[in-house]
């Protein structure tokens, strides 16, 4: 898989919350993570990341979106249910991107909108938790940039050629 991609969330407040995105950014083979204002009861968030992700990946705990630095070349992506913003199947990921998240009770802050290159939606009917939005964007990634081969058209796996179909024993 070409790129690299990091995964950030502004004013993040819940422990748990943290731990499950940051564990499942390190699942997905995320290069570095990232907070934005968080509040100071989510440096328990080692509680609820069972892979331990802290030793893992880079964590960058940003003061405020001024602060916030990325690597040159990577597209800042916001994930927002927005009027603008461009449902997630139709997304084209950019191959350096970090992807932010809004507050549990809210939204991205007027602020780090402007700063996104794009803005994108899990075109869901209402908001989803934190960490269930970061896997099903991580999980979109990886089928955008992992190589995989268009799906069967018939139900199930992959159609095996003659050649490769195991042969019955008489």
């Known amino acids: 898989m070409r790129g690299y991609f990091g995964i950030g969330a502004e004013d993040i407040s819940k ?6 995105l940051m564990r499942t950014a390190h699942a997905f083979g995320a290069s570095f993570f990232f907070t934005l204002n968080a509040h100071a009861k989510v440096r328990e968030a080692y509680h609820a990341d069972t892979s331990r992700s802290f030793g893992h990946l880079p964590y960058y705990p940003y003061e405020n979106v001024a602060a916030l630095r990325l690597p040159k070349g990577c597209a800042l992506v916001g994930v927002e249910l927005t009027d603008d913003s461009v ?7 950019p191959s350096a991107a970090a992807y932010v998240f809004g507050r549990e009770r809210g939204s991205l802050s007027r602020e780090l909108q402007a700063l996104c290159a794009h803005m994108v939606r899990i075109p869901t009917k209402f908001a989803l938790n934190v960490g269930v939005a970061g896997a099903i964007l991580m999980y979109d990634r990886l089928l955008a940039h992992g ?3 268009a799906r069967p058209i018939m139900p199930g796996g ?13």
């Open 15 to 20: 422990p748990m919350n943290l731990g499950a």
């Open 147 to 149: 190589g995989y081969p």
């Open 87 to 93: 449902e997630l199947p139709r997304f084209q990921h």
């Open 158 to 170: 992959p159609q095996l050629e003659l050649s490769e179909a195991p042969r019955r024993k008489s």
